[in-house]
Nanobody
Framework: QVQLVESGGGLVQPGGSLGLSCASSGSIFSIVSMGWYRQAPGKRRELVADISRGGRTNYTDSVKGRFTISRNNAKNTVYLQMNSLKPKDMAVYYC??????????????WGQGPQGTVSS
């Protein structure tokens, strides 16, 4: 079993900053990639940013230059620092991870989301 536990969401005014973190635990041999998605009311879930084990990052255009994704491989944790927040950034943020188990099988996991809610 694998669990992703998010933390750090909360109320923030437009223009403000907020940091999210997501810790993975359980039957983990290797975390291939980790990322953050978000879903605003009435909208589809979208990728915000992801990061490979080697540190290669990818951002959706709307957050480039404002958000920074990072990870601590030793702690199996991914972070998302969000600066200059805009009203369109207000959403529930979900952590995701592609994890390889000891049988070398990769599976996708998701965090619960509510702890990653960003609202004004």
């Amino acid at each position: 079993q694998v669990q992703l536990v998010e933390s750090g969401g909360g109320l923030v005014q437009p223009g403000g900053s907020l940091g999210l973190s997501c810790a993975s635990s359980g039957s983990i041999f290797s975390i291939v990639s980790m990322g953050w998605y978000r879903q605003a009311p009435g909208k589809r879930r979208e990728l915000v940013a992801d990061i490979s084990r080697g540190g290669r990052t990818n951002y959706t255009d709307s957050v480039k230059g404002r958000f920074t994704i990072s990870r601590n491989n030793a702690k199996n944790t991914v972070y998302l620092q969000m600066n200059s927040l805009k009203p369109k950034d207000m959403a529930v943020y979900y952590c995701s991870a592609k994890i390889m188990n000891s049988y070398m099988i990769e599976s996708d996991y998701w965090g619960q989301g509510p702890q990653g809610t960003v609202s004004s």
